[in-house]
């Protein structure tokens, strides 16, 4: 099935800083790639998201790249802020609707 | 709000007792999930329904026993639990095909 590992586990940044975060997957079916956002107490929110036929996505502050080849994608935020505070989990889909979670990344942005 | 709601959102319970979390969406989704957050794995898939039919049971221990009755609603019956399966259960939906997944708020289950 499918693996999804996700490094590093804590990243701490200064505000305006960029900040990365990698995630590799072995089922080379997955075709479907999520970012998701939790922050303390709440629930996990989908921030950005990239699908098999595109190599790279943005959205303000924050892109996704995807290497299919390499079975590998990174969420890079740039000119981070305080409120982005938070644990970033990236998952993939494959067959099956399966949806499996990386382990997190816990991203501390100081001002 | 994500238009999944799930209940209760708190639960304590002996060792010998028997529950059940409940996860409701009207949505029109129709693959549901619950998914085990702990400090030791932090999203755990444990299952996955589509179209009502379990496609995916991530070993799950038999104490753990869901039930899809409709494209709505997901249950996790639960009965003689460990002190280990103390965590977050969180229930998610999303529409077929490659699109984003909702997630509840979640279950805070302590198990005494």
């Known amino acids: 099935g499918e693996n999804v590992e996700q490094h590093p586990s804590t990243l701490s940044v200064q505000e305006g800083d960029s900040a990365v975060i990698k995630c590799t997957y072995s089922?080379?079916?997955?075709?479907?790639f999520p970012w998701y956002k939790q922050e303390l107490g709440k629930r996990p929110q989908l921030i950005i998201d990239?699908?098999?036929?595109?190599g790279e996505k943005k959205d303000q502050r924050i892109a996704v790249t995807l290497n299919k080849t390499a079975k590998h994608f990174s969420l890079h935020i740039t000119e981070t802020q305080p409120e982005d505070s938070a644990v970033y989990f990236c998952a993939a889909r494959g067959g099956f609707q399966k949806l499996v979670f990386g382990t997190g990344t816990r991203l501390l942005v100081s001002p | 709000e994500t238009g999944v709601t799930q209940t209760p959102r708190h639960l304590v319970m002996g060792m010998t007792n028997k529950k059940s979390l409940k996860c409701e969406q009207h949505?029109?989704?129709?693959?549901m999930y619950w998914y085990k957050q702990s400090a030791k794995k932090p999203l755990e898939l444990m299952f996955v329904?589509?179209?009502?039919?379990?496609?995916e049971n991530n070993s799950v221990p038999s104490r753990f026993s869901p039930e899809c009755p409709n494209s709505s609603h997901l249950f996790l019956h639960l009965h003689t639990l460990q002190p280990e399966d103390s965590a977050l259960y969180l229930c998610?939906?999303?529409?077929?095909?490659?699109?984003?997944?909702?997630f509840g708020q979640g279950t805070r289950l302590t198990v005494v």
């Open positions: 089922d080379s079916a997955s075709n479907y």
């Open positions: 998610a939906s999303s529409p077929q095909g490659n699109t984003e997944a909702f």
């Open positions: 990239i699908r098999s036929n595109v």
């Open positions: 329904y589509s179209l009502e039919e379990r496609v």
């Open positions: 949505l029109g989704h129709n693959a």
